[in-house]
C-alpha cells in the first residue's frame, strides 16, 4: 500500500483497513478491496478522541 493511500484512507475516522477476512458485517461496510487487504467504513460514526480532561479532586483517606 502507497503512503498516500493510507494517509487518504484515514482522513476519515470512519474507514480502518483489515486483513481480508476480518471486517464485521454488523458494524461495517467493506468500501474497497485488494488481495492483501480491506478498506471497511464504520456503520456507526466514530467518536472524536478526548482533547481535555477534567480534574477532580480525589481524597484517598
Do not use: W
Request: glycine fraction near 2%; proline fraction near 3%; charged fraction near 30%.
Amino acid at each position: 500500500m502507497k503512503l498516500a493511500d493510507y494517509q487518504d484512507i484515514h482522513q476519515d475516522r470512519s474507514q480502518f483497513i483489515v486483513v481480508p477476512g476480518h471486517e464485521v458485517d454488523k458494524i461495517e461496510n467493506t468500501i474497497h478491496a485488494e488481495e492483501q487487504y480491506k478498506v471497511v467504513k464504520k456503520i456507526h460514526v466514530v467518536q472524536e478522541p478526548v482533547s481535555k480532561l477534567n480534574k477532580t479532586d480525589i481524597k484517598n483517606v
